[in-house]
């Protein structure tokens, strides 16, 4: 645990310090105008919870996606990685936790959207039920966070992980009804989205904003839990699949090297 926290704060203050990361915070504040002003140009007020929660979902899956993709590949890069397959700390707990501070860092998008909004239409959003948005907010950035460790681990995995990257995030982000609500998405597509814990946190949001009766919250809670939970186990099977390449390779090039050396002694 303590190896844990000294890689959480690690990456708390690379985050900081790292001016990609905060590319991403920023970039959301023209997409809430954007989003914004559609509403406006078509007279949907209707839409404005829309509007809000689809830059903050989005902001904060990119930081899983891309920075949080970017631990493995950086340990690797740098050589750390064949000494965490030798240490005897439990590598995915290690990378959960700096997965874990970008995600939570990625929160910040929630008051940032809130003052754009109020900053450029004077909009006060009043929230009906704040106790059961922030437990749900919650339980998506935790989910998050074991889905950026499945894209850590695949760029290690897969010499086209970029590619995954790139092409995963907008159809994760539809299926997770971020956009619309998964109800007005065609019906074929709707047993799918249910599959995604984005598509129960969105819409748990979305009542928990607007709604002054709440249907079935604890099932809700507990769907996003159990989904994200998956994504957690795949993650650290992920990780010892990754630690155990890492390990053959080591043994492999070791037995060349001695197979080499060995006429000459």
């Not at 860092?105 to 959003?125: E, K, Q, R």
């Not at 695949?154 to 092409?167: H, K, M, Y």
Request: hydrophobic residues 55%.
């Amino acid at each position: 645990m303590n190896a844990a926290a000294a890689a959480f704060r690690m990456q708390l203050r690379l985050a900081w310090r790292t001016p990609n990361y905060w590319m991403v915070q920023i970039s959301t504040i023209p997409t809430v105008i954007i989003f914004l002003s559609v509403i406006e140009a078509f007279d949907r007020p209707d839409l404005l919870i829309n509007a809000l929660l689809a830059p903050i979902l989005m902001a904060m899956w990119g930081t899983a996606l891309w920075t949080g993709g970017s631990v493995m590949r950086d340990d690797r890069w740098h050589g750390r990685l064949e000494l965490h397959a030798a240490a005897p700390i439990g590598y995915g707990l290690v990378v959960t936790a700096r997965v874990a501070a970008v995600v939570m860092l990625s929160l910040l998008i929630v008051p940032l959207t809130l003052a754009t909004a109020w900053a450029t239409y004077g909009i006060d959003i009043r929230i009906a039920h704040p106790f059961v948005l922030v437990v749900a907010l919650m339980l998506i950035a935790a989910a998050i966070t074991g889905t950026g460790m499945i894209c850590s681990s695949l760029t290690i995995l897969s010499r086209a992980a970029t590619t995954f990257q790139s092409s995963a995030s907008y159809p994760f982000l539809l299926l997770g009804g971020v956009f619309v609500p998964l109800s007005l998405l065609p019906v074929w597509v709707q047993p799918l989205g249910r599959l995604v814990f984005l598509s129960w946190g969105s819409d748990l949001i979305r009542d928990s904003v607007t709604q002054p009766v709440l249907t079935a919250p604890p099932w809700r809670l507990g769907a996003i839990a159990v989904l994200g939970s998956v994504g957690f186990v795949a993650a650290q099977w992920l990780v010892r699949v990754v630690l155990h390449r890492v390990r053959s390779e080591e043994r492999r090039v070791g037995k060349e090297c001695r197979s080499r050396w060995a006429p000459y002694h």
